[in-house]
C-alpha cells in the first residue's frame, strides 16, 4: 500500500465509485450514474486515494449551521483496519466541529467502530427507511 492521499473534490469517475461500492456489497454500486451525481450534490466529500485508486470516501450533508448528517463511509475491505475511516471522520469532524450535532446511521456491526470515533448509540432512537435498496 502506498501512500493514502486524502481529497476534498465532487467530480468521480462512475467506474471508481462502482468498484468501491460494490467492493463493500452496497447496493448503490449498481448505479454508478447516480452516484455521481449524488457525490457533486453532497456538501461535504472527502476521499481516500492510494494513487489512482479510489480505496475511501465518506459524505455529508448538512443545513448549514447546526446539524450535519453523515451518509456515506466506505472503505474498500483491503485498506479497512488501517486507519482510513477513522482519518476521514476526524476530516468531516473538523469541518463541522462548529456545529451541534453530526449523526450517522450505523448499521449494527459499524456501531463500535463509530463509537471509537466519538459518537453515542441512541437509546430512545431507530433509524428508518424507505428505500429500493437491499443493503
Known sequence: MGEIVYKDFHDFKSDDLKDLF????WSSGHFPEKLVVAMKNFETVISAWNG????????AMDD???TAYIHYLLV??????KGIGHELVLKVKDI???Y???VIVAYNDEVEFYE???FEKADDASPM??????T
Open 96 to 98: 463541522y466541529k462548529d
Open 64 to 66: 448549514g449551521i447546526m
Open 52 to 59: 489512482d485508486e479510489l480505496v475511501g470516501l465518506i459524505s
Open 100 to 102: 451541534l450535532r453530526i
Open 22 to 25: 460494490l467492493s463493500v456489497g
Open 129 to 134: 427507511f424507505i428505500t429500493d435498496l437491499w
Open 76 to 81: 474498500k475491505p483491503e485498506y479497512q483496519s
Open 116 to 118: 471509537n470515533c466519538g
